[in-house]
């Protein structure tokens, strides 16, 4: 008896040697939820504000700002020269003030007529000298309306910028003769951005103002939100418009990204795990959970929604469950684990799992 029991105590020896140690996994806990697929479209940063400035009164540039200064909103980017309508204004001031003084002279005339005794000046006399004063104001009024206008096209002469931002083109050059509505210069605001994608019009009923979105550039992620959709798709690509909230720093206007788009839900609670559990074989797709004993159980399962971090599964699985996020993919089922993080992983998980429903 006693050579059977050393003999066992040495298999037993043998077999926890060959038995290789504790795999050290990272797991995260199974959620309830449900996740809506995504579509990845194409998109461009775009500013908000991009102008084509034009000149609104006809002469010659005689100054336009550089490419690339920042400007301020009403600060003067370029000036067509004004000396000849310098030149009608001294002309309008000089009609207005005649028109002025003959409009005083007529006045006090038709004052006098009317203090005169009765019957020393006729009816016709005062009603003409009237007439006349009445003349005189209308065309003192149209010469300040003229003054005024000369004015006005002095000042529109300096072209100024409508919004903060930059110059990115001088469209023509100084020296250039330009007619009103020639336009000079563009204009972009670079601190007020957006990106612009463009989806299927067949996933339109799937967005919604608000949503979020998850935007991937050049080594760059971002969740935002869908600001605005414009209704309306291509009959030729039929796609339509979709435009993105974002902050303007570190994405150059013109970078190319990708969106995320919500495409569909199934609208039922279902088990959610990190997308990075789910293993992939020919044989169909798995999950080790992480059993009381500490041991690797190979759970298979079938893959619903998802998106980049999370996808939803059907299996053996209950919320809850422990699963290996990282160092499964050369576990055996029966392989005792050590958990290495679980308590960052599974607050990860919680924090980024659905809501129910």
């Known amino acids: 008896m006693a050579a059977l029991a050393v003999t066992s105590l040495a298999a037993s020896a ?36 991009d102008a084509r400035l034009a000149a609104e009164v006809a002469g010659r540039l005689d100054w336009v ?3 690339g200064a920042r400007v301020a909103k009403g600060a003067p ?5 004004t000396r000849a309508l310098e030149l009608q ?10 028109l002025t003084a003959n409009t005083e002279l007529l006045d006090t005339q038709l004052q006098r007529l009317t203090a005169l005794p009765s019957g020393i000046a006729s009816r016709s006399q005062i009603d003409e000298a009237a007439a006349r004063l009445s003349m005189a104001r209308h065309e003192l009024e149209q010469a300040r309306a003229a003054r005024d206008r ?29 007619g009103a509505g020639t336009e000079v210069l563009r204009l972009t605001d670079t601190g007020n951005v957006e990106i612009v994608a463009r989806t299927p019009v067949a996933d339109a009923g799937h967005l919604a103002v608000g949503q979020p979105v998850t935007v991937r550039g050049a080594a760059k992620e971002l ?22 909230a974002m902050s303007g720093e570190g994405w150059p206007i013109g970078s190319a990204v990708r969106v995320e788009l919500p ?35 190979r759970v298979a399962v079938r893959v619903g929604n998802g998106d980049a971090k999370k996808v939803e599964v059907s299996g053996a699985l209950a919320a809850g469950d422990r699963v290996i996020v990282r160092g499964g993919e050369r576990l055996r089922p029966g392989q005792p684990v050590r958990v290495a993080t679980e308590g960052a992983a599974t607050q990860a998980a919680v924090a980024e799992a659905p809501p129910k429903g």
């Open 14 to 49: 043998a077999l926890a040697q060959n038995q290789p140690p504790p795999a050290a996994v990272t797991v995260a806990s199974v959620t309830e939820g449900s996740l809506a697929t995504t579509v990845t479209a194409t998109g461009t940063v775009v500013s908000r504000n």
């Open 65 to 67: 700002t550089e490419p």
């Open 77 to 81: 980017v370029a000036r067509v020269d």
């Open 89 to 98: 204004l001294r002309e309008a001031d000089a009609q207005v003030a005649r």
């Open 150 to 178: 000369t004015r006005h096209l002095v000042d529109r002469a300096v072209i100024r910028a409508p919004f903060p931002g930059h110059v990115v083109e001088r469209i023509r050059q100084l020296g250039e003769f330009v």
């Open 223 to 244: 969740t935002s939100r869908i600001r605005a959709i414009v209704p309306v798709g291509d009959e030729r690509s039929r796609l339509l418009e979709v435009r993105i």
């Open 263 to 297: 495409a569909a839900s199934n609208g039922r609670a279902s088990l959610v795990v990190p997308r990075d559990a789910v293993i992939v074989r020919a044989d169909g797709a798995h999950v080790f959970r992480v059993g009381k004993d500490d041991t690797a159980e």
